[in-house]
Nanobody, 125 residues
């Protein structure tokens, strides 16, 4: 499974971006897809995840209500719509795939098997 995240950029506070995660070598609808981010000097954190079995979605508390994960099976692509962006959302964003979303409480764990290269999101104040 090869994944490629795209759609990052430099935006101002309050703006929106939509990240895309495209796959080759696999049909994404059979995988759980997670979005993760890593800011400089910080650990990677789970942002959102969508299960393959029932399409259930999960979000980190820090992005709940602002970010939306979705899937377009015809395009074999998963999206992360990010609204009301804040400077603390600045990070490299990665998409990943696995058989399921692994969580402890509201924390999405970064234990997925397949990872793509990241895309930089920078939110200026």
């Amino acid at each position: 499974v090869q994944l490629q995240a795209s759609g990052g950029g430099l935006v101002q506070t309050g703006a929106s971006l939509r990240l895309s995660c495209a796959a080759s070598g696999a049909v994404l609808k059979y995988y759980a897809i997670g979005w993760f981010r890593q800011a400089p000097g910080k650990e990677r954190e789970g942002v959102s995840c969508m299960d393959s079995s029932d399409g259930r979605t999960y979000y980190a508390d820090s992005v709940k209500g602002r970010f939306t994960i979705s899937r377009d099976n015809a395009k074999n692509t998963v999206y992360l719509q990010m609204n009301s962006l804040k400077p603390e959302d600045t990070a490299v964003y990665y998409c990943a795939a696995d058989s399921g979303c692994t969580r402890i409480g509201n924390t999405i764990l970064s234990v997925m098997d397949y990872w793509g290269k990241g895309t930089q999101v920078t939110v200026s104040s």
